[in-house]
């Protein structure tokens, strides 16, 4: 048996719903599936899924994956990576010319120190809140290259998953981020521009696991 998280909106807010299944072992694409039609299963009588990642059957999902959305023709992935400051180096600017794979398994990201903020075009985030800098570029991401067909299609939506995403090993993940995404359409009809100030502010008030 695994457990893995679903997002989802509740009350105006973004909320985690814990979700047990049967993991089928191993690390092929269709065992991956798997795993997500399992998951999936669990959750289909409270409310439609979409997997967010490359491992989804979904068109809408597999390009809302980090490892597909961009930034500047950038991959989120390598901005995410190549933001990251240490205490020992950083950021390391040249991630944002190799794949997304590469990025994130260059080894100075894990042999430069403790991470002590991030920055994006100049501008620094600090480390808490803990996914506001992977959700600010992921909104980001979405907002440049998402379009209205695709945002009313996320509607649909009651849950969203990732099942690369394990709480143990990470903190960041493309389903919480795209549940922000939702919300900002819902409350907005639209992706507004909004200021770091502005985003930070919406941020703590919705994000709230």
């Known amino acids: 048996m695994a457990q893995r998280p679903a997002f989802f909106i509740g009350n105006g807010v973004i909320c985690k719903k814990e979700v047990d299944f049967e993991w089928a072992p191993g690390f092929s694409a269709s065992q991956k599936k798997k795993n997500v039609e399992r998951m999936h299963e669990q959750l289909s009588a409270s409310g439609e899924c979409l997997e967010v990642s490359t491992k989804s059957d979904v068109s809408l999902g597999n390009r809302l994956s980090a490892f597909n959305l961009k930034i500047d023709g950038i991959a989120l992935e390598n901005w995410f990576q190549a933001g990251k400051v240490f205490e020992l180096g950083g950021p390391y600017t040249d991630l944002l010319t190799v794949s997304p794979v590469e990025a ?13 903020k991030f920055t994006f075009n100049g501008i620094d985030f600090p480390l808490e809140p803990k996914t506001l800098f992977y959700d600010f570029l992921y909104y980001q991401a979405v907002r440049r290259t998402a379009t209205v067909k695709d945002l009313e299609e996320l509607l649909r939506y009651t849950y969203f998953t990732d099942i690369e995403f394990n709480p143990e090993r990470s903190i960041n993940t493309q389903s919480k981020a795209v549940c922000f995404v ?7 009809g639209e992706l507004p521009d909004f200021t770091i100030k502005q985003f930070t502010a919406l941020h703590k008030v919705i994000v709230k696991c």
Not at 105 to 115: A, F, T
């Open 182 to 188: 939702q919300l900002i359409y819902q409350r907005f």
């Open 104 to 116: 994130k398994r260059d080894e100075r990201l894990r042999n430069s120190g403790n991470l002590v």
